[in-house]
């Protein structure tokens, strides 16, 4: 392939509609984020739990894909705007389900939100739905997780607006609600999501033969469990985790050659790196060190793919 010069201040442009051009998003000074480390008891369940908020009358910001969360709304009406034109509106006590590409979202402020960021095993292991027959979606958290949800949501949204709970203490709540409602998976699942996860983290372009070679399973049956804990099948899969790291590595103010070789090698020209990364971020490169996308950046920062090692 042609050696191009990878930089988070390129100006570059893709070369079709963004399906994001023209979406002005709120800017960081007005936004305030508190991101929690879950407590060992779930941290292969979790990935994050957060406190996010901001006062303004419209708040406008990016979800970029990612596998679900179980989200507190005590505050802000609003939408998520889904590549396929529908719109689900945000409940106060709501699961948004695995994204397969960035996700707008449009919300009447003040907007607070307070959540937990799942993990694949975490998704399994709450909610036991398949993720890729259920991804894109914001859907009421009792719909999946019934009456149990409700009853926590409502005492922790309702505190919360009274002052009489903080924000983390809210999430430290939903992550004690996560324990004590997730079921384990099945051990041979486990270690074909582990399998996955190194598979994925040993290159930005894994080779899928690799991963049917690691597993103990079928081609068939690996499609079919990667797609139901993951949300997308294995190429899939990898073509999204590699721009999500790519887009991390280019939010640094500055790329180490090696770096910049291996983004060079795991995409066809840069055209093509930012059109991957507009799909599964939201951001162009030269958007992804502006300051302007907090949630985004801290979303895709690399801390958050600590399960691909």
């Not at 984020?33 to 908020?53: E, G, N």
């Not at 402020?109 to 991804?135: K, N, S």
């Not at 399998?195 to 690799?210: C, H, K, R």
């Not at 060079?264 to 971020?281: L, P, V, W």
Request: proline share 7%; charged share 20%; with cysteine.
């Amino acid at each position: 392939m042609v050696d191009h010069h990878f930089s988070a201040t390129d100006h570059s442009e893709p070369d079709f509609a963004e399906p994001n051009s023209g979406f002005a998003l709120t800017p960081a000074s007005l936004i305030s984020i508190d991101y929690i480390a879950p407590p060992s008891a779930i941290s292969d369940y979790v990935t994050t739990l957060y406190h996010f908020r901001c006062e303004e009358a419209e708040i406008r910001d990016i979800q970029p894909a990612s596998i679900g969360h179980l989200s507190l709304f005590p505050y802000g009406k609003g939408e998520m705007l889904f590549a396929s034109g529908r719109r689900d509106p945000n409940p106060e006590i709501a699961m948004l389900t695995p994204l397969s590409t960035a996700t707008p979202i449009v919300v009447e402020g003040p907007f607070h939100v307070i959540g937990a960021a799942l993990t694949p095993q975490g998704w399994g292991a709450l909610t036991g739905l398949h993720a890729g027959e259920h991804r894109d979606r914001m859907i009421e958290a009792r719909t999946v997780l019934g009456s149990e949800v409700v009853a926590l949501g409502e005492r922790l949204n309702a505190g919360y607006r009274a002052g009489k709970f903080s924000g983390r203490e809210c999430a430290l709540e939903l992550g004690a609600f996560i324990e004590g409602r997730a079921r384990p998976l099945n051990a041979r699942h486990n270690e074909l999501i582990r399998t996955v996860n190194q598979w994925l983290g040993a290159s930005l372009n894994p080779d899928l033969t690799d991963l049917m070679a690691a597993a103990s399973y079928s081609e068939r049956q690996v499609q079919r469990l990667v797609e139901r804990y993951f949300g997308l099948p294995p190429q899939a899969l990898a073509r999204k985790y590699r721009a999500l790291r790519a887009a991390a590595w280019l939010s640094f103010p500055q790329l180490t050659p090696e770096y910049e070789a291996q983004l060079a090698d795991a995409f066809f020209d840069q055209s093509h790196m930012i059109r991957e990364i507009q799909r599964f971020a939201g951001r162009t490169p030269a958007r992804l060190s502006d300051d302007e996308s907090p949630f985004l950046n801290e979303m895709i920062d690399l801390k958050n793919f600590r399960e691909l090692g």
